[in-house]
């Protein structure tokens, strides 16, 4: 099957640490996106990946990080300076890396953090 | 600079009624634009996309938007709702920014279904 795994489904964390989320995809996109999900607020996008080895910040950057060593791989990490992390986080991928509107996104189930 | 809007936060309809879910759009270019559903603690799954063919598209489970340029609006809508409709619905813009295209979504709009 094709598609876009996260894991894990669900991840607690203490206040203080560092907390990497998993995304894989075996679709051969090139693109890959990290979003957050708020109540309310839509989804707001933290970090993208146009081409391995590379990545640009969104409009929440602060407090993540991410890498893109392998096309199928965009690991998120959420960094104790991230002072709110508790949210729903959810990866997507496009098969473009962004020359072309009409192409979709592609999500995974998603993760929900919760800090305690 | 592009944006959209979903003006409604919630809508709430009876099974059997029609659906209709509100969109505007800021694009300084010629968009392209999508809805997204997602069902609680899912991941977000494509309804249908406008990509400047036809204007009035349709999409799975029903559901149809018809693209208004004059308008700048993106409504969707379906002819008679079904419980399993239920859910959050993201309008999507895309249009060029710098040198690529990254989507912009609204803040959702919850389909509330009655029975």
């Known amino acids: 099957d094709g598609g876009i795994t996260q894991s894990p489904k669900y991840l607690f964390r203490k206040e203080g640490q560092n907390v990497t989320l998993s995304c894989e995809q075996n679709?051969?996109?090139?693109?890959m996106y990290w979003y957050r999900q708020d109540p309310g607020q839509g989804l707001r996008l933290i970090y993208y990946?146009?081409?391995?080895?590379?990545?640009q910040k969104g409009d929440i950057a602060e407090g993540y990080s991410v890498s893109r060593e392998k096309k199928e791989s965009f690991p998120l990490t959420v960094t104790s300076a991230q002072k709110n992390p508790t949210a729903f986080y959810l990866c997507?991928?496009?098969?473009?890396?962004?020359?072309?509107?009409?192409?979709?996104?592609?999500f995974g189930p998603g993760t929900r953090l919760t800090v305690l | 600079a592009q944006s959209v809007t979903q003006l409604d936060s919630h809508v709430s309809v009876s099974e059997g009624t029609p659906v209709l879910l509100r969109c505007n759009y800021s694009?300084?270019?010629?968009?392209?634009l999508f809805w997204y559903v997602q069902h609680p603690n899912k991941g977000l799954q494509l309804l249908l996309k406008?990509?400047?063919?036809?204007?009035l598209v349709k999409g799975i489970n029903g559901f149809e938007a018809e693209f208004k340029k004059s308008e700048t609006s993106f409504h969707l809508t379906k002819p008679s709702a079904h419980m399993s409709d239920a859910a959050e619905y993201f309008c999507?813009?895309?249009?060029?920014?710098?040198?690529?295209?990254?989507?912009?979504f609204g803040r959702g709009t919850s389909l509330i279904v009655h029975p």
């Open positions: 406008y990509t400047s063919a036809a204007t």
């Open positions: 997507a991928s496009s098969i473009d890396p962004g020359y072309r509107a009409y192409n979709e996104q592609f």
């Open positions: 999507v813009v895309s249009s060029r920014s710098g040198g690529s295209y990254i989507p912009t």
């Open positions: 694009s300084s270019y010629s968009p392209s």
């Open positions: 990946s146009q081409i391995v080895n590379d990545f």
């Open positions: 679709l051969n996109h090139d693109a």
